[in-house]
């Protein structure tokens, strides 16, 4: 069974921090490129970050570069994104998923995780 789980989302004000966490079963896994999507209110899913099987390779959206970092530990199935000096705008529900091409893209993505949300008040 192929499970992907998210948690890390809250309330926070703007210029916080938060770090999602996402940890994924399946020994397949650890030779999927995984990544994190989001959907603000009423809006499509948007690519945010995303990162190749062996880490070598990572993608931001421009409206968060410079500010969150995508990481994995291969060891733990686990896939972090630090998200610093958080605005308003980043206010979504966050999706972890895995696919076999890393990008943002989320049609390339084939495990999803139910979401965590993210409210950044101003």
């Known amino acids: 069974q192929v499970q992907v789980v998210e948690s890390g989302g809250g309330l926070v004000q703007a210029g916080g921090s938060l770090r999602l966490s996402c940890t994924y079963s399946g020994s397949t896994f650890r030779y999927y490129a995984v990544g994190w999507f989001r959907q603000p209110p009423g809006k499509e899913r948007e690519g945010v970050s995303s990162?190749?099987?062996?880490?070598?390779?990572?993608y931001y959206a421009d409206s968060v570069k410079g500010r969150f970092t995508i990481s994995r530990d291969k060891g733990k199935n686990t896939l972090y994104l630090q998200m610093d000096s958080l605005k308003p705008k980043d206010t979504a529900m966050y999706y972890c998923?895995?696919?076999?091409?890393?990008?943002?893209?989320?049609?390339?993505?084939?495990?999803w995780g139910q979401g965590t949300q993210v409210t950044v008040s101003s």
């Open positions: 998923a895995a696919g076999l091409t890393v990008g943002l893209d989320a049609r390339e993505y084939k495990y």
């Open positions: 990162i190749s099987w062996g880490g070598a390779t990572t």
